[in-house]
Every structure is written in structure tokens, then in C-alpha cells.
């Protein structure tokens, strides 16, 4: 058996050789801006870099007065949701070698804030319309009489059945991407159904009538048209239209 020789070794990883992208950003600065418009920016980058590096380039070594929220940069808070070409998705869990074009041409990547929430400055928008839906819908455990003298036991059955809705991180993407949200942001939305589903179907929670009843409203789950954009955009993987259906069985069949 012959040694390998040089031309039979593997080709070194081209992980780590830089690249140059455009990042294409929606900006606006309401001081000075009569409306949005589009800045493009070309940035030094690896395949391994996550786009939220390349937003804090911009912002470190570009322009200073570009504006986007951003906190624990690990998938976990959703401060970073944006539309990255067209689709909502978090910053902060989205690689460069996803994004790169094919070929070695050259990769522009288009950056705007979510829709169906008003923009207060480039990237971040006022959540306030948002939280006030979530909070709307009693997102909290609701018991009546006397409190137990020992923790409220659950089978794991019963866990399981509102595991998938626990996994919320109140990041918007959902509610962001629906179209009647966009058009009517009276609606609920998917995320304070999906947050409303995590209790009712709760088995120690004694407050589902009342959340059904508020969700039964004409601006609650009545409101969905059942696109599916909501589940391809959640950036946890929660099958936000299957909770959403179950809260309408629920409601129809008077049945959790």
C-alpha cells in the first residue's frame, strides 16, 4: 500500500476565506426621512457568520446610525426578527452559506423590518400593538378556589399535548408574516392564539372558557385564513396553523 501522496489529499475547507456580500437595507430615520428607501453596503464576511455579524459590521465600522434590535444573539429572546429576502427570520440564526449565491457570484441579501407593525427607525419597529394582543389573551395560569398544599401534578401526556405552543419566544415573525394582519391589526394574530393555546389546553389551567371566549371575538381566530405563512415563519419550528385550528375545534366543539 503506497503513501497518499499531496494531489491525493482532500482540498482545504474554504470555511474561513473571506467573502464579500452586499447587504441591501431598508432604511429609514424618521427625523430626516419623508419615507423609507433602500442602502446597500458591501461587507466583509466568512460562510460561517451569522447575518447578525454582518448587521453589527454595518453599525460598527459603516454607519453608526443604523438602528436594529438585537439581545442574546442565540435564537432565544427574538429581538432580532426582520425580513431577510422577503421571508421573516432572526438575524442571529440565519448562516452566511444559506444566503450565498451559487457559482461564486456575487451575494446581495435585501433587509427590511417585519411588516403589519409601524417602523420607528431602519430595522426596528413598535412592538406595542403586538404585546398589547398577547397580554389580551391572559397568557398566564388561571385556578379558582383554594391554592393546593402541594404542587399540581401533570402526566406527561398532558404535558405533551401544549409542549409545542411552550416553545414560543414572542418574536413576531408569525403575526408578521399573516396577511389579514397586515391589512387589519385589530386581528389577534398567530402569536397570541398560539400563547392563548398554551393554556387553554394546559390540564392545571381553569381559565379556557374565558380565553375562548375572547378569542371568539370578530378580530380573533375566526380572522384566519389558513396561508401557512405563520408556521413557515416561525423561527422555532411551532405548527402555529395546527394551534390555531385546534383553538376553532375547541370553540365549535366546546371541547379541550
Known amino acids: ?16 476565506t473571506p ?15 419623508s419615507e423609507p428607501h433602500w442602502e446597500s453596503y458591501d461587507v466583509p464576511a466568512q460562510r460561517t457568520d451569522r447575518l447578525l455579524n454582518l448587521l ?16 442574546c444573539a442565540h435564537g432565544v429572546c427574538g429581538s432580532d426578527a426582520m425580513q431577510i429576502n422577503g421571508i ?6 440565519v448562516l452566511m452559506k444559506d444566503l450565498l449565491a451559487k457559482d461564486g457570484k456575487q451575494t446581495t441579501i435585501t433587509i ?7 417602523t420607528l427607525k431602519d430595522l426596528y419597529v413598535d412592538m406595542d400593538p403586538f404585546f398589547e394582543a398577547y397580554r389580551a389573551i391572559k397568557p398566564y395560569l388561571i385556578t379558582y378556589g383554594n391554592e ?4 399540581r401534578i401533570q402526566s406527561q401526556a398532558d404535558r405533551d399535548r401544549f409542549d409545542d405552543t ?3 419566544i414572542l418574536c413576531a415573525c408569525c403575526t408578521s408574516s399573516c396577511p389579514v394582519y397586515w391589512n387589519d391589526g385589530s386581528y389577534f394574530g398567530p402569536a397570541a392564539i398560539v400563547n392563548a393555546h398554551r393554556f387553554i389546553f394546559d390540564s392545571r389551567d381553569e381559565g379556557a372558557e374565558e380565553r375562548l371566549d375572547i378569542l371568539n ?18 423561527p422555532r419550528g411551532i405548527q402555529v396553523t395546527k394551534a390555531i385550528q385546534e383553538v376553532k375545534r375547541a370553540l365549535l366543539f366546546k371541547r379541550v
Open 1 to 16: 500500500m503506497t503513501a497518499a501522496t499531496t494531489e491525493d489529499a482532500p482540498a482545504a475547507s474554504d470555511e474561513h
Open 19 to 33: 467573502i464579500t456580500v452586499t447587504l441591501k437595507i431598508l432604511r429609514f430615520n424618521p427625523e430626516v426621512d
Open 56 to 71: 453589527f459590521y454595518v453599525k460598527d465600522y459603516i454607519d453608526g446610525t443604523f438602528s436594529f434590535r438585537r439581545s
Open 88 to 93: 421573516n427570520r432572526l438575524a442571529c440564526k
Open 112 to 118: 427590511a423590518p417585519i411588516k403589519g407593525l409601524t
Open 148 to 151: 393546593p398544599t402541594r404542587e
Open 166 to 168: 411552550t416553545k414560543c
Open 217 to 234: 371575538d370578530g378580530e380573533g381566530v375566526w380572522r384566519c385564513r389558513t396561508t401557512f405563512n405563520c408556521t413557515d415563519a416561525c
